[in-house]
Structure formats: structure tokens, C-alpha cells
């Protein structure tokens, strides 16, 4: 008889332990969906800032500070390393050997374009040698490949050139913080 009675005693004693496990069981799923939600809706709004952060980047992609040059502070120059480049073939082999230097709107700007010089000289490499012979005879030819190299360096930072702006009553800030492209040494071979 003694076992019956503690039998009834641990059937009770289960009872409340599994409704407690039920319980805490309900709350932990509870808990979980709260979580999972949460993080969803964090997600989303996370997605929704960046998007509005890309759009807020491509604006201002489009349309960069202006450029200011204080005429009472002395050039900027950035000097840049020689370049030794085959030319596009035409009548032979034929290379180019040419030390360029960029005047700059102020130091900032070419602080920061000391940060891109592995890319702006890719791309100075890439227009060089799509250059002919015959294109870099002639001052215009020279002064046309300084025009390009000056908006590679100006597309490089960011500033993009307005084709609609393109003519030579355009002050050099117009185009970008790079002002001009100044050759040291120029030889064609």
C-alpha cells in the first residue's frame, strides 16, 4: 500500500513538471519567432538603407563637387613615372618613351589621386600604346593626347567629362580637379 500512495504522489509530481515543459517550450518558440522576425525586418530595412545609400553614391557620381582653384596658392603638381609604351603598328615598330606631370587643382586632390596611381596608370598605358605614330607627330596630336590622358585621370577620381562642355572657352576646373597634363620628356621612336 505504501507504493500506491507515492505513485499517486510522483503522477503528480510529473503532472506540473510536463505542463512546465510545455510551457517553457511555447515560450522558447515564442521567443524564436520574435527573433526571426526581427532579423527579417532588420533585413529589410538594412536593404532598403543601402539601396537608398547606392542611389545617394550615384548622384553624387554624376555630379561631383565642383572644383575650386585659389589662384593665391601655388600650382599642384603630380609627377608621374616615365612611361615606355609600343605604339600601335604602323609602317614598322615604333615606341614611345614619355614623362608626364599633372597639375592639380590642390594637394588634397593629389593626395587622393596618389591613392588610384596603379589604375590611372593602367589606363594612361592603354591609351598610350592605342596611339599611332602618325596621330603623335603634330602639336595638336600631342596636346590631344594630353586632353585624354587629363579626363582618364579626371574619370579615375570621379569626375567625369561633359562632352557638351567641351570647348576652349571652358576655364581648365571645368572639367575636374586634374587642370592639365604637362609632358617633361616626349619621344617618339
Do not use: C, W
Amino acid at each position: 500500500m505504501s507504493k500506491a500512495p507515492a505513485k499517486a504522489e510522483a503522477a503528480e509530481g510529473e503532472a506540473p513538471a510536463k505542463g512546465g515543459k510545455k510551457k517553457l517550450i511555447v515560450i522558447i518558440a515564442a521567443v524564436l519567432i520574435l527573433a526571426i522576425a526581427g532579423g527579417g525586418a532588420f533585413l529589410l530595412l538594412g536593404k532598403k538603407k543601402h539601396a537608398d545609400g547606392e542611389e545617394a553614391e550615384e548622384e553624387t557620381a554624376h555630379e561631383p563637387p565642383k572644383v575650386k582653384v585659389d589662384p593665391s596658392h601655388p600650382p599642384v603638381f603630380v609627377p608621374l613615372e616615365q612611361f615606355t609604351v609600343n605604339l600601335a603598328p604602323e609602317e614598322g615598330e615604333h615606341f614611345l618613351q614619355s614623362t608626364m606631370v599633372l597639375r592639380v587643382a590642390d594637394a588634397k586632390i593629389g593626395d587622393s589621386l596618389k591613392l588610384y596611381m596603379p589604375e590611372l596608370k593602367h589606363r594612361i598605358i592603354m591609351l598610350l600604346s592605342s596611339k599611332k605614330p602618325s596621330e603623335l607627330a603634330t602639336a595638336e596630336g600631342r596636346e590631344e593626347l594630353a586632353d585624354e590622358v587629363k579626363d582618364e585621370a579626371n574619370d579615375v577620381l570621379g569626375y567625369t567629362p561633359n562632352p557638351k562642355k567641351k570647348n576652349k572657352r571652358n576655364r581648365p576646373e571645368d572639367d575636374g580637379p586634374v587642370l592639365a597634363v604637362l609632358f617633361n620628356q616626349f619621344i617618339v621612336q
